[in-house]
């Protein structure tokens, strides 16, 4: 099957376009229901044809300002935001509890109460030890990422529910964790796109492998200032190999995507499951000469790289990962949700400039180049 790329806005920090749950036998699609944040193209993976957006510049008065809520995401500044002044906003999921051996995928949604199209120039996470990843998603009505927000009256912070997807679920994202503390500090002058037009979803995803009960907690804090604030928009990346397999035994499996524009990475990080037990990204670019992206012998809780001045790849570099595999079980895995019985070998990143706040979500249906 060929590769289905998907790029938002104008086109291409961290993870999961989770796929459907399946068992040692049988692969499902992406699917999910993953928002634009701009033109999107493409079909994806196990998805409805997706839409053309209107792509562009984003200014801090673009789109509708929603209603302030009052039962959920809280302003620091107690109401509309000064767009020019940084704003901190508080995202706290409700608490629940994960029994011995239990996985959930857990969503709640936010109203948005940024009063215009923002930029995102810090963000910050906090997870219960035992959670695997965290995704703080930029949820719109259209395009093959979509989805239908799930809010309280009147504009209030919505119920905790299972997601929607389980773990398919996935929209362009701001912020992602895979440790329980991170933070994500972006370069003077640059900060994550989010539009006035788009719901705030956060995704928790819980493995508890302990023998006693666990209460999950999650927070999130966005500091913001109005997107004609900044010099650069930034996005995120997100290339997902959908084809992966894990026979018994050693294995490793290696995947490529090749950018089509120019890039400044600024950061890095790899995702696998319980087998996974080294990933590595390396870029190729078109003058012959290479660079390493990201490596990590953890797959439960991997610390992101951050580049700092940003790693430029020029346009035509192809970004190449891989990932290898222990599997004593006697079965064969193929990509799925469940960290305990799928696997998964995903690179993930931010990037800039994206004008418009777009990013690259790429679905590699291909066969996986093992070795």
């Not at 900060?191 to 493995?207: C, I, P, Y």
């Not at 996974?276 to 290479?290: E, Q």
């Not at 439960?300 to 035509?316: K, N, R």
């Amino acid at each position: 099957m060929p590769r289905k790329s998907l790029l938002l806005g104008s086109l291409f920090v961290m993870i999961t376009g989770c796929g459907g749950q399946g068992t040692t036998d049988d692969v499902r699609g992406a699917g999910g229901s993953p928002s634009s944040a701009g033109g999107v193209t493409g079909t994806g993976g196990g998805g409805a044809p997706s839409t053309n957006g209107s792509g562009g510049a984003v200014t801090a008065s673009g789109g509708t300002p929603s209603a302030t809520g009052t039962g959920g995401a809280v302003l620091a500044s107690g109401g509309a935001p000064s767009m020019a002044t940084p704003t901190t906003i508080t995202l706290s999921l409700d608490s629940f509890s994960v029994p011995p051996g239990g996985e959930y995928y857990k969503c709640q949604d936010f109203p948005n109460t940024f009063g215009g199209n923002i930029a995102i120039i810090k963000s910050e996470s906090k997870m219960t030890v035992g959670s695997h990843h965290l995704f703080v998603f930029r949820l719109s009505s259209g395009g093959f990422y979509g989805g239908t927000p799930n809010l309280g009256a009147g504009n209030t912070k919505g119920p905790l529910v299972d997601c929607p997807s389980g773990g398919t679920e996935f929209h362009p994202f701001v912020h992602a964790a895979q440790t329980p503390d991170q933070v994500v500090t972006y370069p003077a002058g640059i900060g994550q796109a989010f539009n006035s037009d788009e719901t705030v979803r956060v995704m928790v995803h819980l493995l508890n492998t302990t023998t006693n009960p666990i209460t999950a907690s999650t927070s999130v804090d966005l500091v913001y200032v109005g997107a004609d604030q900044v010099q650069q928009l930034a996005a995120s990346v997100f290339l997902n190999a959908l084809s992966v397999r894990v026979p018994p035994g050693m294995s490793t499996q290696g995947f490529s995507y090749q950018l089509p524009m120019d890039a400044n990475l600024l950061g890095a990080s790899g995702h696998m499951h319980q087998r996974g037990v080294h990933f590595i990204a390396t870029a190729a670019l078109p003058d012959g000469s290479k660079k390493d992206l990201y490596q990590t012998d953890t797959w439960s809780e991997p610390v992101p790289a951050a580049f700092d001045p940003a790693l430029p790849l020029t346009s035509g570099t192809t970004i190449k990962w891989a990932c290898s595999y222990a599997n004593s079980t006697g079965k064969t895995f193929r990509f799925g949700e469940s960290a305990a019985t799928n696997e998964m070998c995903i690179f993930t990143g931010s990037y800039y400039p994206a004008p418009g706040g777009g990013g690259i979500y790429d679905q590699d249906l291909d066969t996986a180049t093992a070795n």
